[in-house]
């Protein structure tokens, strides 16, 4: 099945430290999400792309959505302790309703106070 | 993304027991999704129901997998003689209707953790 190519697997910084995630595939997807998950939580929506190109922010977020709509990257500055979590991509094919989520394996972010 | 309830939070079964799990969609969302993610993996989808409709079921077992998300009441997801292969993290997702320039965004649950026995 589909599968989008998420890395770093992991990823060990110190406090302040900027962080760059990013996500690849093979096809084309109309939407690219980005979702933060805490250990016993569901994904909670950091960002979502809806245009190829299309640089957004979210605080100290900030994410792509690449122009040949096959990846997407996302970076945090200045992270904190409370950034600590597992980052998933997922990218979205449709444009109607119904559209599933093809997710990444996931970033696992540790931050050193 | 306050409003998308699942439970039971945690549900312990032993093998050939039937395991059932519930989700209500945020208010206002007429669109359900079922995700299941394997310890240390992303999620993998499963099922997509509309009120009263199975659109999508692509992503669910044929055999012992069911989804039900009726007119009135929260959306089910059933599991029947449950095996051990059968233990994860499901979650449960909605969404509005798509809207062109912002996408249809799904809004997820906080899970249940199925641990067969």
């Known amino acids: 099945g589909q599968q989008l190519n998420q890395s770093p697997q992991s990823m060990f910084i110190q406090e302040g430290e900027d962080v760059s995630m990013n996500c690849t595939s093979s096809?084309?997807?109309?939407?690219w999400l980005w979702y933060k998950q805490d250990p016993g939580e569901g994904p909670v929506l950091l960002i979502a792309l809806y245009k190829a190109g299309e640089l957004t922010s979210n605080g100290r977020l900030t994410a792509q959505f690449g122009i040949t709509r096959k990846d997407s990257f996302l970076n945090i500055s200045a992270s904190i302790p409370s950034d600590v979590g597992i980052y998933f991509c997922?990218?979205?094919?449709?444009?109607?309703?119904?559209?599933?989520?093809?997710f990444g394996e996931g970033t696992q972010l540790t931050v050193n106070p | 993304n306050a409003g998308v309830m699942q439970n039971p939070r945690h549900l312990v079964r032993r093998r050939g027991q039937e395991a059932r799990l519930r989700c209500s969609p945020m208010k206002g969302h007429s669109h359900v999704y079922w995700y299941r993610q394997l310890p240390e993996e992303g999620l993998k989808f499963m099922v997509y129901l509309q009120k009263e409709n199975i659109i999508d079921e692509s992503g669910m077992p044929k055999e012992r997998f069911s989804a039900e998300f009726p007119k009135e009441g929260p959306s089910i997801l059933r599991i029947q003689q449950v095996v051990r292969g059968d233990s994860a993290a499901y979650f449960c997702?909605?969404?509005?209707?798509?809207?062109?320039?912002?996408?249809?965004?799904?809004?997820f649950g906080p899970g249940t953790r199925l641990l067969v026995l």
């Open positions: 997922a990218g979205q094919k449709g444009e109607t309703s119904g559209s599933r989520l093809t």
């Open positions: 096809s084309i997807f109309n939407t």
């Open positions: 997702a909605s969404s509005h209707t798509f809207i062109r320039g912002t996408g249809e965004t799904q809004y």
